[in-house]
């Protein structure tokens, strides 16, 4: 059974920055595509940022480009998430998800696209 364990979540001020982590374990190959998510209105679980299996691809929500950066280490199957300029409104639980599945070198931006989920770490920015 594959998990998922985030980290890095904190409280901060606005304009300050924070860098996520998760890591999975129990399984056997270690580059499927990853992504972060969190808590929106009206939503399930908002798109934030995904990464393709080795690293080259790198998708991001207009609300977080250009402020965050999505990276991974593949040798410790660990996602990163380095949140700079941090706002008020990216106060959320911020979850990692990663496929069981792959084809070819993609990211993936929806929910339903993705198979295990982490238990989300707290962001909280005070402004």
């Known amino acids: 059974q594959v998990q998922l364990v985030e980290s890095g979540g904190g ?7 924070l860098r996520l982590s998760c890591a999975a374990s129990g399984r056997t190959s270690r580059n499927y595509p990853m992504g972060w998510f ?8 908002e798109f934030v940022a995904a990464i393709g299996r080795s690293g080259t691809i790198t998708l991001y929500s207009n609300s ?3 402020r965050f950066t999505i990276s991974r280490d593949n040798a410790k199957d660990t996602v990163y998430l380095q949140m ?9 639980v ?5 496929r069981s599945r792959a084809s070819g070198d993609l990211a993936y931006v929806a929910s339903d696209q993705y198979d295990y989920w982490g238990q989300g770490t707290q962001v909280t920015v005070s402004s």
């Open 11 to 17: 409280l901060v001020q606005a304009g300050g920055s």
């Open 94 to 98: 911020y979850y990692c998800a990663t």
């Open 84 to 92: 700079t300029n941090l706002k008020p409104e990216d106060t959320a």
């Open 38 to 45: 969190r808590p929106a209105p009206g939503k399930d679980r």
């Open 64 to 66: 977080v480009k250009g």
